[in-house]
């Protein structure tokens, strides 16, 4: 809503997910999972009324107007992931040297990738999970940053350097993104 002067969004609580907030950080629980995040900016105000969380800004400029649209969203991505999670969908290609990928800890350990004899590896954030079932990787989790992050430090420590991308197109690529899992 906007009036002279001042600008509203709302996001809505649904019944399955616990919102809490404590000075600026706002804490969702949820069935998935639970996500943290700092709402912090001088500006712009977030504050929670039983199930709805209100992001309010007085006289804003056109970057405060962006931010309370950032927030709302952040909002919502928080409580469907503590509600239902998110799914990355990877799949290993590759035509030359058969690869080897398996998870070690806080790491995704990939062997053998056009032919090297080093292994190359790609950190897995606290929060996101990654599982391997044959020539599919699946990262999931209830934040959305970190389980994208995740696939992106997957899909990075397979890039191809001094080789023809179009020849070689071997690696990790993500087939589908930010999905509800089944």
Do not use: W
Not at 28 to 41: A, C, E, L, N, T
Not at 65 to 86: C, D, P, Q, S
Request: proline share 4%; glycine share 8%.
């Amino acid at each position: 809503m906007t009036v002279a002067g001042y600008l509203d969004d709302k996001v809505q609580v649904p019944k399955e997910v616990q919102a809490t907030m404590k000075g600026t950080e706002v804490t969702v629980k949820g069935p998935k999972g639970q996500v943290i995040r700092d709402f912090d900016h001088p500006q712009v105000k977030v504050s929670l009324k039983e199930d709805l969380f209100h992001i309010e800004c007085q006289y804003p400029r056109v970057r405060e107007k962006a931010l309370v649209g950032t927030y709302a969203a952040h909002l919502r991505n928080m409580i469907e992931g503590a509600g239902h999670g998110f799914e990355y969908a990877m799949k290993m290609v590759y035509s030359h040297f058969p690869m080897k990928i398996s998870v070690k800890g806080d790491r995704l350990v990939i062997e053998n990738f056009l032919g090297e004899k080093a292994p190359r590896s790609a950190k897995i954030l606290a929060g996101a999970k990654v599982t391997v079932k044959g020539n599919e990787v699946l990262v999931t989790g209830a934040d959305l940053e970190k389980v994208s992050q995740t696939a992106a430090n997957i899909e990075r420590a397979t890039r191809i350097r001094g080789f023809d991308p179009r020849v070689f197109q071997d690696g990790i690529y993500i087939v589908e993104k930010a999905r509800r899992p089944q």
